[in-house]
């Protein structure tokens, strides 16, 4: 299989990491997947496109933990490196602390060790510590009410336990994971089903408590939720924080849509950016929304079978599609259905 | 990777962040932000008084940037706009602190602290007493109210951030790269040479006397100085050079400092002079050393003085120019002999630089060899290339001992324009080097013979250098160089003294009645500090 951007030679996978989206995700999954098919591989004109292009921190800090299970040789693991060398060693199992800067994100250092770690034999406990809700990564809600019970249903033996908040910027945050290594099932997600259930929590941490229930306020007035379905929560972090999260779940998954405060933004502009991505998807009326269809590809490409009805692709996910079904080598087809743009996609050896 | 250290003041007010520290922009805590830069190590300095606010910002940067390790130092003064108080207590941490350069880098942050304070920092940082760069921050524009804000790094060693600095850097870069005609010199010697031309010529107006072998280059090398200070508006006028040693008689006196009309028989018209010519540009006298002694010394007072007497005239001339002499002679022996003037020496010997000759800068070979292809390209307007066994062919004969370059660079223009002209296709091969190296052989050869350079000139040096040391070899004339190496050559056959004597003193002690030969012989060579058992010492080992 040949690829524009992606190449290789006997030595190793060569990644274009200006490519598509052009992000740090390609990055993380090229990493994690090396260390899963033990091939090196090496990524260049990183970032190349952004506005500070190459290794930043948060970046690094990812490409560091995946070295650090994996014993990793790396070249060019610098900030503001260009072009990033990764040569997998042994992925070993065991007691492993991350540290993320609040710039950072836990979710994303889990999900660049996660893979690596469930393709190889033993359980490993991590403790993240730092960032675990930020705006530009999935916030540990996601991963626990959304993305785990998936994983979980495919047979990952996978624990997460959240033990303190770390909101950007003050950070301080404490999450562990348990992952123990074994077969991933194939999993198959073509209809939603009934809803089940629904839940709106915003929570707020060293912010006046009004915050939240404005935002309780606006998402009831909206969704016309009940206020046993919408609470708002004081939370403990360190530092001020403010996040909505809405949950759906439904007879075959659940899906998790967040919106982040921010100073200056209203209270009712935090609630309805969230309440915007939960309709977008409660109209589609597919089962898995965009940034879980982004998180699926991986599990179900490892476990060789896969299938899910989503919202339209996002280039991001796009580009994640090509870059596991070269590194996987997997079948991914993708059908986008004319009558209301949804999408099939179908992962098979 | 060298860490990066971070020494800073606390900022007692942005630091603190007025009650609520998470949600404002604090100088000293932001840094742990940034996505690009990563502080291994933060020193942060603060006075007694304010440990606890310190102690918060150190948690709170170790927080945000788990990788760094933020300590706290107390420093002392009462009054923190007190320059005298400020300057000495952050002199004192500096003469306490450890500095690491090979495995860190310092840099100061000057956002916070009083203006004093920054001052402070500043003329510490700019004397090296921290061998570190600034890092300026500033706090992110109101619409992006919660961002980090930018940093900015200012390195007051590399001129990059001080634009006038920047500027005289690209200045002398250029006029470096001018003086050496573009082409890149790889001797040490030579570079250190012409950056020191550059920095007279930028600075002095004083004249410049320029030594070394025929052919080193003294003449372009002069016209290069022009062209720079021509560059730089140091000159106006323009460039005008004149070889001393085609100057005879009444001739010189005129084609230097002009005559009026009828000043001599055949002074038909009056004539300018050369001396007029370059009013307000630059002269350069090549083979000073061969003028006489009467322009030497109307030379020397138009130099001094700017006047001079144009032959005939009675009224004085003036001209300002910038002076630049030539010579490949040694003019402290000509002073000595009587030949030159020692005053106008002392004038122009301020500024005297000894162009080495090619044989000396063998590592310059292939820069000028491409510098004479690239211009040889240009004169004939076809691309003209040397394939790269050629090029080895060549570089190997020029760099060794049968590359004499007796006319040094100008025998290597003459090389490359001979094989431009013979490539065929524009092409030079290893044939067309190969009779190259033939002919450059043969003249060179010829011109031992011919006496030009006496055949042994090559083997007089090495025979010289056998017993002198290379300062000695130096003060030679010419002259005696060639009379002591065949001294010494017939010394180092000779069995004894005084068969040397007899061979050397052959025909003169056919006139005389006694002889003392040996006595003689040992006298000449005592005037070099030589002996007999001296010669025969060395000789043997």
Redo the contacts between chains.
């Keep these: 299989m040949s690829n524009n951007w992606i190449n290789e030679n006997q030595e190793l996978i060569e990644i274009d990491g200006s490519y598509g989206e052009g992000g740090g995700q390609i990055l993380r999954t090229s990493v994690a997947l090396s260390l899963v098919t033990q091939r090196p591989v090496r990524i260049k004109n990183i970032r190349a496109k952004r506005n500070?292009s190459?290794l930043?921190?948060?970046h690094l800090t990812a490409v560091l933990a995946a070295a650090k299970i994996g014993n990793a040789e790396l070249t060019g693991a610098?900030?503001?490196s260009n072009t990033l060398t990764f040569r997998p060693g042994k992925v070993r199992h065991g007691k492993y602390h991350f540290?993320?800067?609040?710039?950072g994100s836990a979710a994303l250092v889990f999900q660049t060790v996660l893979y690596p770690l469930l393709s190889t034999p033993g359980k490993s406990q991590i403790v993240f510590?730092?960032g675990t809700h930020n705006q530009k990564a999935p916030p540990f809600d996601f991963l626990e009410r959304a993305f785990l019970p998936l994983l979980t249903r495919m047979g990952a033996k996978v624990k997460l336990c959240l033990h303190r908040r770390g909101f950007y910027?003050?950070?301080?945050g404490c999450m562990t994971a348990e992952i123990e290594g074994g077969d991933l099932r194939s999993l198959s997600l073509l209809e939603r089903g009934p809803i089940t259930s629904r839940r709106a929590r915003a929570l707020v941490a060293?912010l006046p408590a009004n915050i939240g229930n404005r935002e309780i306020k606006e998402i009831c007035k909206k969704l016309e939720w009940t206020r046993e379905e919408a609470k708002a929560e004081v939370v403990q972090s360190?530092?001020?924080g403010n996040v909505v999260v809405l949950e759906v779940a439904s007879e075959h998954c659940a899906e998790v849509f967040t919106g982040f405060g921010?100073?200056?933004k209203r209270s009712e502009e935090v609630a309805r950016e969230a309440i915007r991505e939960l309709r977008a998807y409660l109209d589609s009326g597919v089962p898995v929304g965009e940034h879980l269809a982004d998180q699926l590809l991986i599990p179900m490409a490892l476990a060789g079978k896969g299938s899910f009805h989503t919202v339209p692709l996002t280039d991001h996910t796009t580009t994640n599609i090509e870059l596991v079904r070269y590194l996987l080598g997997v079948e991914i087809d993708v059908n986008t259905r004319p009558h209301n743009g949804t999408v099939r996609v179908d992962v098979r050896r | 990777m060298a860490r990066n250290v971070v020494i800073g003041l606390l900022g007692t007010t942005l630091d603190s962040g007025a009650g609520r520290r998470w949600e404002r922009w604090r100088p000293t805590v932001d840094l742990a932000r940034h996505d690009d830069f990563l502080v291994d190590r933060f020193e942060l300095l603060h006075t007694p008084r304010w440990a606890s606010l310190a102690h918060i910002v150190r948690d709170d940067f170790m927080q945000m940037s788990p990788e760094t390790k933020a300590r706290c130092h107390e420093i002392m003064f009462d009054d923190p706009w007190d320059f005298e108080q400020v300057f000495a207590s952050l002199l004192d941490f500096s003469h306490e602190y450890t500095f690491n350069p090979e495995e860190e880098n310092y840099y100061i942050h000057i956002t916070t602290g009083t203006h004093v304070a920054q001052i402070c920092l500043f003329l510490l940082t700019e004397a090296r007493y921290f061998p570190a760069r600034l890092l300026q921050t500033s706090p992110p524009p109101p619409r992006h109210r919660g961002d980090p804000g930018t940093y900015r790094v200012i390195d007051l060693d590399l001129s990059k951030y001080d634009q006038i600095a920047s500027r005289f850097g690209r200045d002398q870069a250029a006029g470096l790269s001018l003086l050496k005609a573009g082409i890149a010199t790889q001797s040490p010697a030579f570079n250190h040479l012409i950056a020191q031309i550059e920095q007279v010529a930028a600075r002095s107006r004083a004249p410049v006397l320029i030594t070394g072998p025929t052919g080193a280059g003294k003449t372009r090398l002069a016209r290069r100085i022009y062209d720079l200070k021509r560059q730089r508006r140091q000159l106006e006028g323009p460039f005008v050079e004149i070889n001393c040693a085609t100057l005879r008689g009444d001739t010189a006196m005129s084609a230097l400092f002009g005559h009026v009309r009828g000043a001599f028989t055949g002074a038909g018209g009056a004539r300018t002079g050369v001396l007029k010519s370059a009013d307000g540009g630059l002269l350069f006298l090549d083979e000073i050393g061969e003028l006489g002694l009467d322009e030497q010394a109307m030379l020397l007072r138009a130099i001094e003085d700017h006047r001079f007497l144009p032959v005939g005239s009675d009224r004085e001339v003036t001209s300002d120019f910038q002076l630049i002499a030539g010579t490949n002679r040694d003019l402290r022996k000509a002073v000595h002999a009587g030949t030159f003037r020692e005053d106008l020496l002392a004038r122009i010997n301020l500024w005297t630089f000894r162009l080495p000759g090619l044989r000396e800068r063998s590592e310059d070979i292939e820069p000028n060899l491409d510098f004479e292809l690239e211009r040889q390209t240009q004169q004939m307007g076809t691309r003209l290339t040397i394939n790269r066994a050629a090029r080895q062919a060549f570089l190997q004969f020029a760099s060794s001992p049968d590359g004499r370059w007796y006319a040094n660079f100008r025998d290597l223009t003459a090389a490359v324009e001979r094989m431009a002209t013979l490539a065929p296709g524009g092409r030079i091969n290893t044939s067309v080097v190969e009779e190259e190296i033939g002919r450059l052989r043969r003249d060179w050869d010829d011109a031992d013979q011919s006496g030009l350079h006496n055949r042994q000139a090559g083997n007089d040096s090495l025979l010289l250098q056998e017993f002198l040391d290379r300062e000695a070899i130096a003060q030679l004339d010419r002259f005696d160089r060639v009379q002591l190496a065949d001294v010494l050559r017939v010394c180092k056959t000779a069995k004894n003294l005084s068969e040397a004597g007899r061979v050397l003193f052959s025909a003169s002690r056919k006139l005389r009645k006694t002889t003392n030969d040996a006595d003689r012989l040992r006298k000449y060579l005592a005037k070099f500090d030589l002996s007999w058992k001296r010669i025969h010492g060395r000789a043997q080992k």
């Design positions: 500070k190459g930043l921190r948060q610098e900030l503001r540290a993320v800067g609040s710039a510590e730092g910027p003050a950070g301080g060293n360190d530092g001020p921010a100073r200056g």
